[in-house]
Each structure stands twice: as structure tokens, then as C-alpha cells.
């Protein structure tokens, strides 16, 4: 069974930056994506950053610029780097894989960042 554990989240400030990292363990199967979502309090969930295993990267619109996603695609592993935090980035941050057609989601990590 795929589980997938992110950490790295926290607290800071408007402009500091947090690194956030994700983890899969229970396949030896690659990725073709790995992906950051962001849920806030009464909004639905939306795609933070996307990566493909052919080099393909997408970003959402509120954090192009700003943020970083890196994958690890043959250890299943995922990074986003989230540069000049603003108090709208703070949500539950997931990270999702597609691997072999399937999807799986992490538990989430919380960003909290204050103005």
C-alpha cells in the first residue's frame, strides 16, 4: 500500500519562505506526476504545483513565481519551495502521486503565515 507523508510546514511571516517535502514508501513503481495541493478554510482544494516524470511543470496561477516544485520521481519524492509567503498561502498543504493510473494522497501539513 502507497502512503505518502509530508512535512515541513509550519509558521512564518509574510515574505520568509518554507520548504516542504514529501515521501512515499510501499512501491517500487514510478510516478508520472507528482503534484502540491492547498485547501483553506472553506475553499475547495486546488492544484499548488504539478511535475511530470517527462520534465513537464505546471503551477497554479497564485503561485507562479513565487513558489518551486522539485521531484525525485525514482524515489517518488516531491519538494516545494514556497518563497515570499503571503497570509493567503495559508492552508493544508497535500501532496498527491499518480502512480500506475492510480492516485494517492498525503495527510496534509499545515502552513500558517502571518502578516
Known amino acids: 500500500q502507497v502512503h505518502l507523508v509530508e512535512s515541513g510546514g509550519g509558521s512564518a511571516q509574510a515574505g520568509e519562505s518554507l520548504k516542504l517535502s514529501c515521501a512515499a514508501s510501499g512501491t517500487t513503481d514510478s510516478a508520472r506526476a507528482l503534484s502540491w495541493y492547498r485547501q483553506a478554510p472553506g475553499k475547495q482544494r486546488e492544484m499548488v504545483a504539478t511535475a511530470f516524470s517527462d520534465g513537464r511543470v505546471f503551477y497554479g496561477d497564485s503561485v507562479k513565481g513565487r513558489f518551486s516544485i522539485s521531484g525525485d520521481f525514482a524515489k517518488n519524492g516531491v519538494h516545494l519551495e514556497t518563497d515570499g509567503l503571503q497570509p493567503e498561502d495559508t492552508a493544508v498543504y497535500f501532496c498527491?502521486?499518480?502512480?500506475?493510473?492510480?492516485?494517492?494522497w498525503g495527510q496534509g501539513t499545515q502552513v500558517t503565515v502571518s502578516a
Open positions: 498527491h502521486a499518480e502512480i500506475r493510473g492510480r492516485g494517492y
